[in-house]
């Protein structure tokens, strides 16, 4: 089977497990003849018309399966329908949901939800304990980072507790004192705040130090996704958790299920397969540090 | 003496708080050049861009044919027949001859129900008004201005300014960077547009140039009018000395004037000082 | 006199460098990623980025031939979306009242970048980056405080959603191709063959002889910057009609690639050269770099790499063409 | 002779505007933010944003005055930071070989950009914007093949910590505070104080005429473009060290910050005019609108609207005062 | 006759296939001023350029005082007393007249263990060196040079090179954008700084500025040295030819002179063509 993967903007962590999870996937597909291509989105600047340029590059290709995350459903349905309509199968993965996939046609879907993301993350800083949640959002107005941040909102809502985001302007996109300084200028100024969550792993890096800076000790952190210094700061005691989507997983489940459907005629009963949102906290730290040595996780 | 073209009656000119013209008066007449003295500073470019649309005066009147006008822009002023070739510039360096000579004026036909510019019309017409100037050299109306050597490009603007200029033609300091054959050249194509009967503007800084040419001088000093005379009321070194803004010029006139004079006879090399 | 149609006045025309780095693209990709992305499908895949791009590109362009920058667009392409997605989407009114609204206000911003262009002698590039911040900031800060939300959905039916969003030729090819097809045509004409191409070739050239020749250079800038930001409300109107949805986020990229499209396309950055032509092609080069890379087994990680020097090498093959073209002169010059 | 240290003269230098702006500035913040953004942990908040941009911002400004452009620096942040994070993080390396790889990459970018500035007549905003997207494409790529990731974790002790990537001061101020300020005093002298700063004042002014007056302009251009690629490299090595991390991402804010900085400061975006206390001052104004935002109770959406309207508010100022430096003259000129 | 301080001997000079000087052969003295004559694009530029070590002769030998040199950059020629004055530029409109006297050889002083630009001793010799030309409205060296006149700028970068020039001081048309008390200013300089035992080399389009300076005369045409004669051995018509590339310029000559005899004794207006 030749399969097309779209999947999200090449320096971002995150679709480095992907492509991990692609990678290894991609030998089973070969050795029954077929072949994987990774599109990949070369930045979020002008998303969804991006996406479904790529999606319309997969179908140019004639290829017999196609993996997409469907971001913006708005925008690309008609081209998933175009694609399924010219005979391709689709697993949809990492965005879109259960009844997304049955509604487009899609053979399944594969992945966590953003939102539910940060619905666990509300809940998990509510179940400890935490009253007023800071969302740093440093790509204030994208779908993905709106909707972890809403989720963040709804879950601490429902703990009884509340959440309010902070939208940094692009001049400070990648400025990681200019991030730190926000947050901490904000924990001064709102001494009721006692978590912070990031929209990236990069993010909490700074977030730590603003925290830090702060002098308040109460504040605990939260991510979105990891690195290996967030895994060392929940290793050390300073973060508390981050929100683990386990995207190695979703893309070789995703390919592999596909791979299978097409070349062989399999079909999962479990619809949907869901790989997360986990929670990474120091009670599974040591288990997640050996998945990162690995480049998996 | 015939009716002035283009008159200015007691004009003004400042520039926020600094006063740059001051009450001048001055007449321009068919078939006759009347040309602008003095010195860096004095005011002739100012007059020029008044002329011109480039500036409004700040008081006073200025008439064509008796007629006051007012001109809001450049376009006017060359609506009225005033054609200019500016002190510095007038020409695209990275525009072909065709188009540089015909910028602002391009000239058109209809193809189909569209009116496009007419490429071969603008390149004939800009060589053969260059060549008709003496400067046979450009016979490609799509070469590029900045390919053309300082003289040429000076021809081409005065010839465009000709070309256009109906019947004021304005030329600022048109012979500074040229050379002698040149500045000849421009010299004699003043004489060709006084003959055709414009009238014509003239500034220079060289006083054999001035006289070569002018019918009628003005010698502004300091924004006004200084004096205001025809062809043979003064002698060369008076028109130096108002060129000079009025001083005594005599110790390098003189010396210059007693080498000319001694030139003619070959005399001795002078004495080097080591 | 020399015919114009020689080999050698072809090589000297603004975009010759811009045609020989389109082949030499199509011929490294057509290599490397086999030639699916010269068929149809393929075709279309290129296409529908450039159409996109393309319609900014040249009036960007034209504000470069003209000596001036205009960086704005990238805050106008999310602005022009939102526009219509908040009027026809959140409120529900008519599209076309979304449509003009979005047009109208590409046209008001180009009004306020050049009326500050021309009144200060502050440089454009400074001017327009900060209408692009301000705009910025006036789409999140209003989308927000209107539909409290940064993501607005739109769904348009009927003859405009034929017109500015949708599909055509097999569902593949965007009618924002046609769009770009007809008004780079309409570009060339009124660049190359009306009179008013000239007024903006002799801006860039020296600004202040072409006023003293009779040209309105004020009104030419500000209809330049209106053309630039309109173009850009416009591109980003239809894509929220043609994805039913707009965001607030997005469009900065359109800064740089449409100024890489512009350069490779051979204009002068200093402005008085370039062509429509040229910027077509290449826009064309940009898209099949920006999208070849998906046809071909590189490691995509690679294609910022290729693209910054696909600009480099570009732009200096457009350096030797510019030379040529100013040290021509029918006869040798020098001695004897 | 007119005393230099008259109101008149004081108003007539570069930094004036620059000086008013940041007055304006604190005491709008001071009004709407109460004044903790004056207080130590404030004033540390806009110290540290200000010192990382600052010690990139000057050798931008550099070049603006001698009348180039580089943009690269936005893909020299993270460069320099994943070099010292992947030789002394991923491979754990001493972190002085990582210091001393990231620096020597910001000599190396430098002397690239400068050499093709100078070898080709191409503009250095188009050299550099080519050197930027080659550099991010060389970061993401070689990362990702050597570490198999986009994100790298590094751990420093001992003295390189303290030097390059700590706080004092109560934990509160970045070292690069301290470099910023060492820094900016050096360049002070450099420029204003020591015969080269009147080279790049004169390259600014008029190439030709600078290098006629033998003045080494080549070797000053290439100078100019290793130090500020090389800032950029410094800034990107001690954000790691300090976050014990570097992505691949970011760094790209850093542009449009460091030019706006320059232009509030005071710089000639054409070149030949400008001062290093006004980039200073500019540096400061742009960190405390970027963050006294979060002292105020202004909807934080609106932020980029406010950067943008200062942006231009800013420039119109100094607009003015460049106009009164060069229409001074000791006696009013005119007739009578 | 004193020995020469800087000769060129059969020096070529081509950009690419373009060949622009052929064969030049020409000595400058000490106290003596050579006139460099020529029609616009004859090399007289690219000579002053071979001179100042802009660029390199192709073949051919350059010697100072006898022995072989080369300049690899304009800073060695400065260093081996060679002043130049370029046609174009040379002044810096955003900088201080004192920063702008000194640009490249900025004095300085020692302030503790800094070597500081000497901001008070640069302005006042600045303003000194500009005064002593008789330029006495300039009495502040911050001044920006922006402000100052055409012929206040040219008269700063002379005294520039003047005050810098040991030895040679070349001026490549000093005078072209000058008005007459300017343009005699310069040539006040000239003569003054041949006095104090400098040689001049004076480029420019005027016949009567040449001869009222030079003690040589060299004149190009396309690019070859066509003439080469002392002071008083030719006529100013034969000059003027020479000039012009060696036409006859008689038509235009004849009219100018036909005027300057008849303007000594105020003859009547000339008749006008309407
Ligand atoms: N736009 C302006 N703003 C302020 N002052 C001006 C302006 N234009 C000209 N001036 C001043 O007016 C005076 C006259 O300038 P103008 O250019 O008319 O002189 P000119 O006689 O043409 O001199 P030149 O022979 O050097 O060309 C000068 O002092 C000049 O500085
Ligand atoms: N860098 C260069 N490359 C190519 N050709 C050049 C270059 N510099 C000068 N030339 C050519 O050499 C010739 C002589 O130029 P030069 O500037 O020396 O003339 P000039 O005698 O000073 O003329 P003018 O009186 O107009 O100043 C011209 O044809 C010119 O186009
Ligand atoms: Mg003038
Ligand atoms: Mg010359």
């Given at each position: 089977?030749?399969i097309?993967?779209?999947?999200?903007?090449?320096?971002?962590?995150?679709?480095?497990?992907?492509?991990?999870?692609?990678?290894?996937?991609?030998?089973?597909v070969?050795?029954?003849?077929?072949?994987?291509?990774?599109l990949r989105?070369q930045?979020?600047?002008?998303?969804?018309?991006?996406?479904?340029?790529?999606?319309?590059?997969?179908?140019?290709?004639?290829?017999?399966?196609?993996?997409?995350?469907?971001?913006?459903?708005?925008?690309?349905?008609?081209?998933?329908?175009?694609?399924?309509?010219?005979?391709?199968?689709?697993?949809l993965?990492?965005?879109?949901?259960a009844?997304?996939?049955?509604?487009?046609?899609?053979?399944?879907?594969v992945?966590?939800?953003?939102?539910?993301?940060?619905?666990?993350?509300?809940?998990?800083?509510?179940s400890?304990?935490?009253?007023?949640?800071?969302?740093?959002n440093?790509?204030?107005?994208?779908?993905?980072?709106?909707?972890?941040?809403?989720?963040?909102?709804?879950?601490m809502v429902?703990?009884?507790?509340?959440?309010?985001?902070?939208?940094?302007?692009?001049?400070s996109?990648?400025?990681?004192t200019?991030?730190?300084?926000?947050?901490?200028?904000?924990?001064?100024?709102?001494?009721?705040?006692?978590?912070?969550i990031?929209?990236?792993?990069?993010?909490?890096?700074?977030?730590?130090?603003?925290?830090?800076?702060?002098g308040?000790?109460?504040?605990?952190?939260?991510?979105?996704?990891?690195?290996?210094?967030?895994?060392?700061?929940?290793?050390?005691?300073?973060?508390t958790?981050?929100?683990?989507?386990?995207?190695?997983?979703?893309?070789?489940?995703?390919?592999?299920?596909?791979?299978?459907?097409?070349?062989?005629?399999?079909?999962?009963?479990?619809?949907?397969?869901?790989?997360?949102?986990?929670?990474?906290?120091?009670?599974?730290?040591?288990?997640?540090?050996?998945?990162?040595?690995?480049?998996?996780? | 003496?015939?009716?002035?073209?283009?008159?200015?009656?007691?004009?003004?000119?400042?520039?926020?708080?600094?006063?740059v013209?001051?009450?001048?008066?001055?007449e321009?007449?068919?078939?006759?050049?009347?040309?602008?003295?003095?010195?860096?500073g004095?005011?002739?470019?100012?007059v020029i861009?008044?002329?011109?649309?480039?500036?409004?005066?700040?008081?006073?009147?200025?008439?064509?044919?008796g007629?006051?006008?007012?001109?809001?822009?450049?376009?006017?002023?060359?609506?009225h027949?005033?054609?200019?070739?500016?002190?510095?510039?007038?020409?695209f360096?990275?525009?072909?001859?065709?188009?540089?000579?015909?910028?602002?004026?391009?000239?058109t036909?209809?193809?189909?129900?569209?009116?496009v510019?007419?490429?071969?019309?603008?390149?004939?017409?800009?060589?053969?008004?260059v060549?008709?100037?003496g400067?046979?050299?450009?016979?490609?109306?799509?070469?590029?201005?900045?390919?053309?050597?300082?003289?040429?490009?000076?021809?081409?603007?005065?010839?465009r300014?000709?070309h256009?200029?109906a019947?004021v033609?304005?030329?600022d300091?048109?012979?500074?960077?040229?050379?002698?054959?040149?500045?000849?050249?421009?010299?004699?194509?003043?004489?060709?547009?006084?003959?055709?009967?414009?009238?014509?503007?003239f500034?220079?800084?060289?006083?054999?140039?001035?006289?070569?040419?002018?019918?009628h001088?003005?010698v502004?000093?300091?924004?006004?009018?200084?004096?205001?005379?025809?062809?043979g009321?003064?002698?060369?070194?008076?028109?130096?000395?108002?060129?000079?803004?009025?001083e005594?010029?005599?110790?390098?006139e003189?010396?210059?004037?007693?080498?000319?004079?001694?030139?003619?006879?070959?005399?001795?090399?002078?004495?080097?000082?080591? | 006199?020399?015919?114009?149609?020689?080999?050698?006045?072809?090589?000297?025309?603004?975009?010759?460098?811009?045609?020989?780095?389109?082949?030499a693209?199509?011929?490294?990709?057509?290599?490397?990623?086999?030639?699916t992305?010269?068929?149809?499908?393929?075709?279309?895949?290129?296409?529908?980025?450039?159409?996109?791009?393309g319609?900014?590109?040249?009036?960007?362009?034209?504000?470069?031939?003209?000596?001036?920058?205009?960086i704005?667009?990238?805050?106008?392409?999310?602005?022009?979306?939102?526009?219509?997605?908040?009027?026809?989407?959140?409120?529900?009114?008519?599209?076309?009242?979304?449509?003009a609204?979005?047009?109208?206000?590409?046209?008001?911003?180009g009004?306020i970048?050049?009326?500050?262009?021309?009144?200060?002698?502050?440089?454009?590039l400074?001017?327009?980056?900060?209408?692009?911040?301000?705009?910025?900031?006036?789409?999140?800060?209003?989308t927000?405080?209107?539909?409290?939300?940064?993501?607005?959905a739109?769904?348009?039916?009927?003859?405009?959603?034929?017109?500015?969003?949708?599909?055509?030729?097999?569902?593949?090819?965007?009618?924002?191709?046609?769009?770009?097809?007809?008004?780079?045509?309409?570009?060339?004409?009124?660049?190359?063959?009306?009179?008013?191409?000239?007024?903006?070739?002799?801006?860039g050239?020296?600004?202040?002889?072409?006023?003293?020749a009779?040209?309105?250079?004020?009104?030419?800038?500000?209809l330049?910057?209106?053309?630039?930001s309109?173009?850009?409300?416009f591109?980003?109107?239809?894509?929220?009609?043609?994805?039913n949805s707009?965001?607030?986020?997005?469009?900065?990229?359109?800064?740089?690639?449409?100024?890489?499209?512009?350069?490779?396309?051979?204009?002068?950055?200093?402005?008085g050269?370039g062509?429509i032509?040229?910027i077509?092609?290449?826009?064309?080069?940009?898209?099949?770099?920006?999208?070849?890379?998906?046809?071909?087994?590189?490691?995509?990680?690679w294609?910022?790499?290729?693209?910054?020097?696909?600009?480099?090498?570009?732009?200096?093959?457009?350096?030797?063409?510019?030379?040529?073209?100013?040290s021509?002169?029918?006869?040798?010059?020098?001695?004897?």
């Open positions: 089977a030749t097309a993967v779209v999947g999200g903007s090449n320096d971002d962590a995150f679709w480095n497990l992907i492509k991990k999870g692609i990678d290894d996937a991609t030998p089973a070969v050795a029954n003849g077929g072949s994987v291509n990774y989105l930045n979020y600047d002008n998303f969804a018309p991006d996406v479904v340029q790529l999606i319309r590059t997969a179908i140019s290709q004639k290829v017999d399966g196609l993996v997409i995350p469907n971001w913006v459903p708005e925008a690309e349905d008609p081209a998933i329908k175009d694609a399924i309509a010219a005979g391709i199968k689709v697993i993965m990492n965005a879109g949901g009844d997304k996939a049955r509604e487009l046609g899609a053979i399944n879907y992945g966590s939800d953003e939102y539910v993301a940060g619905q666990a993350g509300g809940t998990y800083f509510a400890h304990g935490k009253k007023h949640v800071l969302c740093v440093t790509l204030p107005g994208a779908n993905n980072t709106e909707a972890r941040c809403k989720g963040v909102t709804d879950g429902a703990g009884g507790g509340a959440a309010e985001q902070l939208p940094l302007p692009s001049t996109f990648g400025d990681p200019a991030v730190a300084e926000a947050i901490k200028a904000t924990l001064l100024k709102d001494t009721t705040i006692d978590g912070v990031t929209i990236s792993a990069g993010d909490a890096d700074a977030a730590a130090t603003g925290i830090q800076q702060s308040i000790t109460t504040v605990s952190l939260g991510s979105f996704d990891m690195n290996a210094a967030g895994l060392a700061r929940i290793k050390g005691g300073t973060q958790f981050a929100i683990d989507q386990q995207p190695y997983l979703q893309s070789y489940l995703a390919v592999s299920l596909l791979a299978s459907a097409i070349d062989f005629g399999t079909s999962l009963p479990t619809y949907p397969v869901l790989t997360g949102p986990g929670i990474v906290d120091a009670a599974n730290i040591e288990a997640t540090l050996a998945g990162v040595e690995k480049g998996a996780r | 003496m015939p009716q002035a073209i283009l008159s200015l009656k007691n004009i003004n000119k400042s520039f926020g708080p600094i006063d013209l001051h009450d001048i008066n001055l321009v007449r068919a078939g006759e050049v009347l040309c602008l003295l003095g010195d860096n004095a005011g002739k470019s100012t861009r008044l002329l011109s649309g480039v500036h409004k005066p700040t008081s006073g009147v200025m008439a064509m044919d007629k006051p006008v007012s001109f809001a822009n450049p376009r006017e002023a060359a609506d027949g005033i054609a200019t070739v500016h002190q510095f510039g007038g020409t360096p990275l525009m072909s001859v065709g188009r540089s000579f015909f910028v602002g004026r391009e000239p036909k209809w193809v189909g129900p569209f009116k510019y007419d490429r071969k019309l603008a390149n004939d017409t800009a060589v053969k008004a060549q008709s100037f400067i046979t050299r450009i016979d490609d109306g799509d070469r590029l201005v900045g390919g053309l050597s300082g003289g040429e490009r000076q021809a081409l603007a005065i010839a300014a000709v256009f200029g019947r033609l304005i030329l300091e048109p012979t500074a960077a040229l050379g002698v054959k040149q500045a000849s050249h421009v010299l004699r194509i003043v004489n060709e547009a006084k003959r055709r009967g414009l009238a014509v503007i500034i220079t800084h060289q006083v054999m140039h001035a006289m070569a040419v002018g019918d001088f003005a502004l000093i300091r924004g006004a009018i200084a004096a205001d005379f025809r062809k009321e003064k002698s060369r070194e008076e028109i130096t000395d108002l060129m000079a803004g009025g005594q010029m005599a110790e390098l003189a010396e210059i004037e007693s080498y000319m004079a001694a030139g003619e006879g070959h005399p001795e090399p002078a004495k080097h000082v080591h | 006199m020399q015919s114009s149609f020689s080999p050698g006045a072809m090589l000297r025309r603004p975009e010759a460098g811009a045609f020989l780095g389109l082949l693209v199509m011929i490294f990709f057509g290599i490397f990623g086999g030639l992305f010269l068929q149809p499908a393929g075709m279309a895949s290129w296409m529908n980025v450039a159409s996109n791009l319609v900014i590109a040249i009036p960007v362009g034209l504000l470069m031939i003209a000596g001036e920058l205009d704005s667009v990238g805050a106008m392409v999310p602005f022009g979306a939102m526009t219509v997605a908040v009027i026809s989407g959140h409120y529900g009114l008519p599209i076309w009242f979304g449509i609204a979005a047009l109208s206000f590409g046209v008001l911003i009004l970048n050049g009326y500050m262009v021309i009144r200060t002698a502050v440089p454009s400074i001017v327009t980056l900060g209408t692009l911040f301000a705009v910025q900031g006036v789409v999140l800060g209003l927000v405080l209107i539909t409290k939300s940064t993501s607005v739109l769904s348009t039916e009927g003859a405009a959603k034929t017109i500015f969003g949708d599909f055509f030729f097999g569902g593949q090819v965007q009618v924002m191709v046609l769009w770009w097809l007809a008004i780079t045509a309409a570009y060339i004409f009124f660049v190359h063959f009306s009179r008013f191409g000239n007024w903006i070739f002799a801006m050239g020296d600004k202040v002889s072409a006023r003293n009779g040209i309105p250079t004020e009104r030419m800038t500000i330049l910057f209106v053309l630039s309109t173009s850009a409300a591109v980003g109107m239809c894509q929220a009609i043609l994805y707009a965001q607030v986020a997005g469009g900065q990229s359109f800064i740089f690639n449409a100024i890489i499209s512009v350069v490779v396309g051979g204009v002068l950055l200093t402005g050269f062509s032509v040229g077509f092609f290449g826009t064309i080069t940009f898209a099949i770099v920006n999208q070849g890379i998906y046809y071909t087994d590189f490691d995509r990680n294609s910022s790499l290729i693209i910054g020097i696909l600009l480099l090498v570009a732009v200096l093959m457009n350096n030797t063409f510019r030379k040529m073209a100013l021509y002169s029918p006869r040798k010059m020098g001695v004897k």
